[in-house]
């Protein structure tokens, strides 16, 4: 096989390749970073009834192609790396019903790696427009569908984490209390016994919690700006920047390695470098691979090879 790469673009933090992720994976060059990558960060093509202009396959074929992936990636990552997955929801085609499609291909991915479950995160988003709009808006027999599944796994049961990194500012209310000192404690319900000091310690943030609130309703940033001024497509799915952020900093250490097999705008690779990691990224679509270059022109003034 040739080792010949197609380098779409190269930063100070790290590389875009032009390709499908099941051809540059199985490259010899890429096969040299076997155990150094610390986290994948990616959100494949959903399996949706309605094709999209980026790719996605559905039924058996879809739990196959996805699945395969599992192998390549266990063997990229480090002892303690993780792979973190958006997947969105199905629908059966023509019925107000639901497709258990996704989660086959979690269960199957799982299997066919032999990796750890670690947690289960909903990214939710209250400003999603109605969807599916058959049985939403016209038929008015559902509701909205405003979130997707992200799911946490790795090679270790315990991977590097540390949730220290992505505390959120404490509530009014907690800080109150942290300046008072008191604190209702005792018997609950429950019958979880509360301690005396149990929450009087300042720990410089609250620990949050596995349901991730990211509007998503951005519409002039870096990326769009770029891709308006070039006269480029949006990606159709964008990954927020925010829950790319929030990953990176719960899972990985500054100059760790960060891969995205299914880039599409490059949030991933953004987010890496602004958060001093080093990344390689993967799409096979030129339009996408030029607009995601404003991420970067525009906001890090990156010289471009």
Not at 183 to 194: D, F, K, M, Q, W
Request: glycine share 6%; aromatic share 12%; hydrophobic share 35%.
């Amino acid at each position: 096989m040739s080792d010949k790469l197609i380098r779409a673009y190269k930063t100070k933090g790290g590389v875009m390749y032009k390709g499908l992720s099941e051809d540059v994976l199985s490259n010899p060059r890429i096969n040299r970073l076997k155990g150094k990558i610390q986290l994948i960060l990616t959100s494949p093509p959903f399996p949706l009834n309605r094709k999209k202009q980026y790719g996605n396959l559905q039924g058996d074929a879809y739990l196959e192609w996805l699945s395969n992936f599992a192998g390549i990636f266990k063997r990229l990552l480090t002892p303690t790396g993780s792979v973190v997955m958006e997947m969105g929801n199905a629908w059966q085609a023509g019925q107000p019903v639901m497709s258990t499609l996704a989660l086959k291909a979690l269960l199957n991915f799982l299997e066919k790696g032999g990796l750890y479950l670690c947690q289960q995160f909903i990214c939710y988003n209250p400003a999603r427009l109605p969807s599916p709009a058959q049985w939403v808006n016209v038929k008015r027999i559902r509701v909205k569908d405003s979130y997707t599944h992200v799911w946490w796994m790795s090679t270790s049961p315990y991977p590097k984490a540390n949730n220290r990194n992505i505390l959120k500012k404490y509530s009014n209310s907690m800080l109150k209390l942290l300046s008072d000192k008191k604190y209702n404690s005792g018997t609950r319900p429950s019958e979880h016994h509360i301690g005396k000091d149990s929450f009087l310690t300042n720990n410089a943030g609250a620990i949050p919690s596995n349901v991730l609130t990211i509007s998503n309703t951005g519409s002039n940033d870096p990326y769009q700006k770029y891709c308006r001024a070039n006269n480029l497509p949006f990606h159709p799915a964008r990954m927020p920047m925010e829950l790319a952020e929030f990953f990176i900093k719960f899972l990985t250490d500054s100059n760790d390695l960060v891969l995205d097999p299914f880039a599409g705008s490059n949030t991933t690779g953004a987010a890496s470098e602004k958060l001093g990691r080093r990344w390689i990224s993967i799409e096979p679509k030129q339009d996408y691979i030029t607009g995601s270059r404003g991420r970067f022109f525009v906001k890090y003034n990156n010289s471009f090879k």
